[in-house]
C-alpha cells in the first residue's frame, strides 16, 4: 500500500519566520518519486519539486528547502523568511513508476499554511 | 501557466443529472489523468488514459467515465451524480509514455469546480 500523511493540518506564522511542513510516506517500491506542490486559492496546483528515490541530496531554491530521509521515510519542506504570498495549501505527493505503467500521484491530505504580515 | 486547459470553470449540477467535463492536453502530451479533490481533501485518482484507452483506476464507482480523443483531449462523464461528487476535478497531462525508469511529469489544468445540489 502507499500513502502519504501530512499530519499538520494548518499552520499559522508571522512574516519572516521560519516554517517546516512535515510529510511522511509510505511504499514498498524501491522506485518511486516524492513531489511537493502548492495550491492557491485560485485552486490551480503549482509545481515545487520532485525527487527521485535514489537521491537524498537536500536540495534549495531560494527561500525553500526540502530535507529528503529515506531512513524515515520523510520529506519535509522548509520555507525560510515567510512570506504573505506563501499562503496557500501545500501538498505533498508519492508516484511510484511501475514500470512506467502508469504514474498516478498519491497525494497527502495537505497543510493550510497562513503567513500573517 | 502549463498549457492544460479544462472546461467549464465552474458547474452546477442537481442530484441524479450527468456531467462532462472536458480536458485539453498540453501540445505533445498522450496521456491524461483525472483527480477529484473534494473539499479539504487532497486530489485522488480517478483514472488515466493512454492513446485512448483506460490505463489504471482509482477507487470510484463505474458512473465515473472517460474518454481520450485522437487528439489527446479527454473527457470525464460522471452520471447519476450524488452530493458527494461536488468537488474539484482536475486533469493532468502527461509527455510521450515510454517504459522506463525516467519519470514522466504531469502539468495539471486549472480545475473545474463541480457542486451538486
Known amino acids: 500500500a502507499q500513502k502519504v500523511t501530512q499530519a499538520q493540518t494548518e499552520i499559522s506564522v508571522v512574516e519572516k519566520e521560519d516554517v517546516t511542513l512535515d510529510c511522511v510516506y509510505e511504499?514498498?517500491?524501491?522506485?518511486?518519486?516524492l513531489f511537493w506542490y502548492k495550491q492557491p486559492p485560485s485552486g490551480e496546483l503549482v509545481f515545487l519539486i520532485r525527487r527521485n528515490s535514489f537521491d537524498e541530496q537536500n536540495e534549495i531554491s531560494g527561500r525553500y528547502s526540502w530535507n529528503f530521509q529515506k531512513s524515515t521515510s520523510s520529506f519535509n519542506f522548509t520555507i525560510t523568511a515567510s512570506q504573505v504570498v506563501d499562503s496557500a495549501v501545500y501538498f505533498c505527493a508519492l508516484s511510484a513508476n511501475y514500470g512506467g505503467a502508469t504514474n498516478k500521484l498519491i497525494f497527502g491530505t495537505g497543510t493550510l499554511l497562513a503567513v500573517q504580515p | 501557466e502549463t498549457g492544460v486547459t479544462q472546461s467549464p470553470t465552474h458547474l452546477i449540477k442537481t442530484r441524479g443529472q450527468q456531467v462532462t467535463l472536458r480536458c485539453s492536453s498540453q501540445s505533445g502530451h498522450n496521456t491524461v489523468s483525472w483527480y477529484q479533490q473534494a473539499l479539504g481533501q487532497g486530489p485522488q485518482f480517478i483514472f488515466q488514459?493512454?492513446?485512448?484507452?483506460?490505463?489504471g483506476r482509482g477507487n470510484f464507482p463505474p458512473r465515473f467515465s472517460g474518454l481520450q480523443f485522437p487528439n489527446y483531449s479527454s473527457e470525464l462523464n460522471v452520471n447519476a451524480l450524488e452530493l458527494d461528487d461536488s468537488a474539484l476535478y482536475l486533469c493532468?497531462?502527461?509527455?510521450?509514455?515510454?517504459?522506463?525508469?525516467?519519470?514522466?511529469?504531469?502539468?495539471f489544468g486549472p480545475g473545474t469546480r463541480l457542486t451538486v445540489l
Open positions: 511504499t514498498r517500491d524501491t522506485t518511486y518519486y
Open positions: 488514459y493512454y492513446r485512448e484507452e483506460e490505463n
Open positions: 493532468a497531462s502527461s509527455p510521450l509514455f515510454p517504459v522506463g525508469l525516467a519519470y514522466n511529469e504531469q502539468f
